[in-house]
């Protein structure tokens, strides 16, 4: 049975809100979709979701990052999905190729966002399984599960610490990372849109946040 915790879905422009919303309500959340940091304070936790280009990730969530970080630097949870989760890395390769020159991420989880060598189709997209790498609350009982990805660039962090679940397409990659402290965390696929499993994931993430 999940706890009851109070979640602010970040609204910066660029997240799919309305099936995160009922993904985390399915999960026990009570859901506030906000353009204001200023509510972030008062949540238990928040969520960065996001779809598209990281560069437009990070100019759209200028206003929000001092409280992000502030937020994280609390201790608080902070949880980043696809898009949402490349940001809380230092840099993308993705801003680079676009011949756009360097985009500073959030750096709460020092690392860079690569993208796909070796494989004959990118993006990469559909069902994979979940390795996990190491314990986290949010993992809970979803190893050799499967999740759904729609992705070109993947999480490298710089310590292998930071991988908390991986998987396979040409070569291993970060599916889930996290911060040393924990409270930073990010899937690099949709866990709303990953049937059971994602819903498994979502829950433990209120469990979580309930519990902070």
């Known amino acids: 049975m999940s706890g009851r ?31 204001d940091p200023g509510t972030f304070a ?30 994280a630097e609390a201790g608080r949870p902070l949880f980043g999905i696809c898009l949402g989760m490349q940001m809380l890395l230092t840099t993308s390769e993705e801003a680079e190729r676009a011949g756009q020159g360097d985009v500073e991420g959030l750096d709460l989880i020092p690392g860079t966002n690569v993208r796909f060598r070796d494989v004959e189709t990118v993006p990469h997209m ?15 009982g979803v190893d050799g599960e ?28 970060p599916a889930v990372v996290a911060n040393e402290a924990g409270n930073v965390f990010g899937t690099q696929f949709h866990p709303e849109k990953s049937g059971e499993t994602g819903l498994r994931i979502l829950r433990n993430f209120v469990d979580y946040c309930a519990e902070q």
């Open 5 to 35: 915790a109070d979640i602010v879905l970040v609204d910066y422009g660029l997240g799919n809100l309305r099936s995160a919303t009922r993904g985390l309500e399915r999960a026990g959340a009570d859901v506030t979709i906000s353009e």
């Open 42 to 71: 008062a949540a238990d936790g928040v969520v960065l979701p996001g779809v598209g280009a990281f560069r437009e990730g990070m100019e759209n969530a200028g206003p929000y990052r001092d409280a992000l970080v502030e937020h």
């Open 126 to 140: 559909g069902w994979n399984d979940l390795r996990l790498e190491r314990d986290h609350p949010v993992v809970g």
């Open 146 to 173: 499967y999740a759904y990805f729609v992705h070109s660039y993947y999480a490298e962090p710089d310590t292998p610490d930071a991988v908390v679940a991986s998987c396979e397409y040409g070569s291993r990659f």
